[in-house]
């Protein structure tokens, strides 16, 4: 893999930091919601964000070198 730049650090930590507030939001509403249907989906989308989150994280640690 290529070094990123200092440009491409700085859109992946803004993108981290989107995802991680998307996860903690979507975790926040499957806790609160009383409707069981909603409150799995709202689970299953907060997955899916700490998901993309471990990800780029991994990218993140990769490009450092």
Same mark, same amino acid.
């Given at each position: 893999?290529?070094?990123?730049?200092?440009?491409?650090?700085?859109?992946?930590?803004?993108?981290?930091?989107?995802?991680?507030?998307?996860?903690?939001?979507? +975790?926040?509403?499957?806790?609160?919601?009383?409707?069981?249907?909603?409150?799995?989906?709202?689970? +299953?989308?907060?997955?899916?964000?700490?998901? +993309?989150?471990?990800?780029?994280?991994?990218?993140?640690?990769?490009?450092?070198?």
């Amino acid at each position: 893999m290529t070094d990123l730049t200092a440009k491409d650090l700085d859109v992946l930590v803004q993108v981290l930091t989107g995802e991680e507030m998307a996860c903690k939001k979507a +975790r926040i509403f499957a806790n609160t919601l009383t409707d069981a249907a909603l409150a799995q989906e709202m689970e +299953r989308i907060a997955m899916q964000h700490e998901e +993309r989150f471990n990800a780029l994280f991994t990218l993140l640690e990769g490009g450092r070198s």
